[in-house]
């Protein structure tokens, strides 16, 4: 479980660096500003949902999708992107280099490090929403027009959190205040601060991520943009509502990134907005590049998924080789094994596994897999690809060697998986199903 959470978060934080990337280079400069909140929006819930899209059940209908993707012309090749591959050494019996002892320290540290960076703008997060709510209780209420306003006591400051609008008293007599209440009532009534609680629990969670932190100040400068550009279509001059920015005294505590501000953010990034010629609508069909990346995101996310289907089980009549442990003898035999009454995956939404995992497996190996003397003697190397059926209670059958290496090697990596304990079996939809795997194996000679 543990494990699966870190690969989903690591797919999240590649989508967000990914969508960053995309729009850093083609659209931050569009004045397309509703076009770009949902292309921001876009990003965030690409990356939050594509790890969990299951492309297991399409993929298996199209097993020779692996070997197209390996660049082999022979299906058999394609399972080498199966793991764990296992390494046999003839000067050791280990199955595998084990991990360094310190290797475990590190990710440990590394785990607290990230929950504690959690916890701090947690913590940070719960101060500014308490703030907020002690200012409701200690400002003075009232209305401008229909709009209720907490007035901001000895304070030029402006800004709104949903359908709270705080405003300074001294701003509440100046000349700007239609302008600041159009401003903020915008924000108010486009809903731009859900977006902003949405991309602060994203950057509270991948705090450590860059492209996380820079989402954020994209989302809420182009929020700003939303909000002038509606003041100047309200018919207010653009001019004096530049000078009215240019005129707004800077607050001398920064606004809680909650919040929006009138007046925290770059104004002259804004102000160059508000000038900007209008951006060609032809350019808009750019804004379809969102379409290829989340297929570019879907097709890694998958990718081990692809590597576990099995070509040659797939009705293809390549050459199997089956060994018969109590004679050593190798008998080749063509065509697919007769199915039993219970369906055999080749991809499934939980593939089986070792108990214990890749590194319980290295240790099994480790201790009962030896290299063959002879076969020393003769210099016999090279990659056996082995397959064989996880069935519902775990237990091992139909052991099958793909790819043949010398009768020696075979019966050996047979002899060691017949002997193997139950696996934790496959699950598809909740329910534990009977699974073809494939584990390559390949012995070397030091």
Known sequence: METAFFIYLLKVNIGLLSGFLIYRLGFRNDSFFNLKRFTLLAVLLISLLYPLIDLSGWLSLRADLAAWFSGSSDPVEALLFHAP??????????????????????????????????????????????????????????????????????????????GLLFIGDRLL???????????????????????????????MVCWFNPAAWLLKREIRMNHEYLADRQVVEAGFDKKKYQYHLLGMEQPQTMIATLYHSFSVLPLKKRIGMLNMKPTQ?????????????TGLLLFGSNLEVMSRIDPVSSGAADAQVTISQDTAKVSARTGAQDAPSDPV??????????PGGNTALFDYLAQNLKY???????????????????NTDGSLSDVN???????????????LIEHMPKWIPGEQNDKRVRVKYTLPISFSLN
């Not at 320290?105 to 719960?126: D, E, Y």
């Not at 100046?174 to 629990?201: P, Y």
């Not at 076969?375 to 056996?384: D, E, L, T």
């Not at 060697?401 to 002899?415: F, G, H, K, N, Y």
């Open 173 to 203: 007599q100046s000349r700007a205040l239609s302008e600041v209440l159009k401003h903020e009532q915008t924000h108010i009534r486009q809903l731009h601060s859900l977006d902003n609680l949405l991309i602060e629990l994203v950057s």
């Open 401 to 415: 060697i793909v790819r043949s290496l010398d009768p020696q090697l075979d019966a050996e990596a047979v002899r």
């Open 372 to 390: 063959p003397a002879e076969a020393q003697q003769q210099g016999k190397q090279g990659r056996v690809i082995v397959n064989f059926i996880v």
């Open 85 to 162: 591959e296992i390494n046999i050494s003839a000067g050791a019996t280990a199955a595998g280099e084990k991990p360094a002892v310190w290797l475990p320290l590190i990710l440990t540290g590394c785990i607290v490090i990230w929950i504690m960076g959690i916890l701090v703008l947690f913590i940070r997060l719960c101060i500014e929403l308490i703030q907020l709510f002690r200012l409701t209780r200690r400002c003075k209420k009232q209305n401008c027009g229909l709009q209720p306003v907490y007035a901001l006591p000895a304070s030029d400051e402006a800004f709104s959190f949903f």
């Open 345 to 354: 995956f080749t991809a499934v939404a939980k593939m089986p596994e070792y």
């Open 281 to 293: 609508s032809n350019r808009k069909g750019k804004y379809l590049l969102l379409l290829p990346l």
